[in-house]
């Protein structure tokens, strides 16, 4: 079964500092990995995903991640947070196949202190 | 094209009750999956539904049901509630619920059990 662990439950930075969220993922073969954030009151919406190829994505918003197969990590970066990006993240994993549930993380809450 | 919808948004009941919630996917997208929020357990998967079929069961009582219509729209049913059924209910939908699909996700219905 796969499984996700963001060990990070609050992450504060200041407004303009480099951010990353770390997550670490289990699953037998090479997942489907995503970053999804949500904003208070509101549902998640997606900020990258990884499925194949190079093994640093970019996404939305400036935000970037990187696959590491022998850390069986995915972290999500930003070179310069804004007070806007203050929300919580989540990372999920999926696997491959006709149908599949999604395994979210518990979620990190960033908080940017400006 | 529309984002995903769900009606209402909030929601208060009082426990032994029942209640219906409703999802608008994205047009064109055949998978609808929904989840529950909370704080204390995060995400979690109730079930998905492809072609009016259910495909995948998250692991809840049989309280919780759901179905999708013709038309991809889905709801889902709680039955005689209880105080802890008290979360963010999330729809996602995606094209074809594969693993490497996207969900998109919708703004939630916010239920509240007194």
């Known amino acids: 079964a796969q499984s996700v662990t963001q060990p990070d439950i609050h992450i504060t930075v200041s407004e303009g500092a480099s951010l990353e969220l770390r997550c670490n993922y289990s699953?037998?073969?090479?997942?489907?990995l995503f970053w999804y954030v949500q904003s208070p009151g509101q549902g998640l919406q997606l900020l990258l995903k990884?499925?194949?190829?190079?093994?640093l994505v970019q996404g939305i918003k400036g935000f970037e991640a990187e696959f590491k197969r022998s850390q069986s990590s995915f972290n999500l970066r930003k070179p310069s947070v804004h007070w806007s990006d203050a929300a919580e993240y989540f990372c999920a994993v999926g696997a491959s196949g006709g149908s599949y549930i999604p395994t979210f993380g518990r979620g990190t809450s960033l908080i940017v202190h400006p | 094209k529309a984002g995903v919808t769900q009606t209402p948004r909030y929601l208060i009941k009082t426990r032994g009750q029942q209640v219906t919630l409703s999802c608008s996917p994205i047009?064109?997208?055949?998978?609808v999956s929904w989840y529950q929020q909370t704080p204390g357990q995060g995400l979690q998967f109730l079930f998905e539904?492809?072609?009016?079929?259910?495909?995948n069961k998250g692991n809840f009582p049989g309280r919780f049901s759901g179905r999708q219509f013709s038309n991809s729209r889905s709801e889902m049913n709680v039955s005689t509630l209880e105080l802890g059924d008290s979360a963010l209910y999330l729809c996602?939908?995606?094209?074809?619920?594969?693993?490497?699909?996207?969900?998109?996700f919708g703004p939630g219905t916010r239920l509240t059990v007194l």
């Open positions: 996602a939908s995606s094209l074809e619920g594969g693993g490497a699909d996207t969900q998109y």
């Open positions: 699953y037998g073969a090479t997942p489907y």
């Open positions: 990884y499925f194949s190829g190079d093994t």
């Open positions: 047009s064109g997208h055949r998978s």
């Open positions: 539904y492809f072609s009016e079929t259910q495909r």
